[in-house]
């Protein structure tokens, strides 16, 4: 992985522009601390590691950038034909909490549905 001009090791860095509030139910972990999103990925991630996303949300120009750690990971050829991904639980500071509090406003009353998502 490359280094940044610290030698800190940099963390991976996601991209996700969700359009439509079905998709954003479906990638939404509502049941992870602090909230986090699932991003189809087919690039290789381990539990735990740290990565930074980039968050376009619906009708919003503005993206949000995000920092957070792989809490979830679904391989290539997972049972059931889910998508292979990483779930990113946000983390614990401002951009974290503004993404989750974006998320939740647009999501409103369909947070409570029974429908499958991309992780449970």
């Known amino acids: 992985m490359p280094n940044d ?3 800190q090791v940099r ?3 996601l991209s996700l522009s969700i359009k439509e509030k079905s998709a954003l139910f479906a990638a939404f972990m509502p049941f992870i601390k602090g909230g986090g999103l699932f991003i189809p990925t087919n690039k290789t991630y381990k539990m735990g590691e740290d990565v930074f996303m980039l968050l376009t949300l619906m009708d919003d120009p503005a993206k949000l950038p995000v ?3 792989v ?6 050829g997972s049972h059931g034909g889910r998508t292979q991904g990483v779930g990113v639980q ?6 974290g909490r503004a993404a989750q509090k974006k998320i939740e406003g647009f999501l409103g009353g369909s947070l409570k549905s029974l429908r499958p998502t991309h992780t449970m």
């Open 5 to 7: 001009v610290t030698g």
């Open 11 to 13: 963390p991976g860095v």
């Open 71 to 76: 809490v979830w990971v679904t391989p290539v």
């Open 67 to 69: 920092s957070g750690k």
């Open 90 to 95: 946000f983390a614990p500071n401002d951009s």
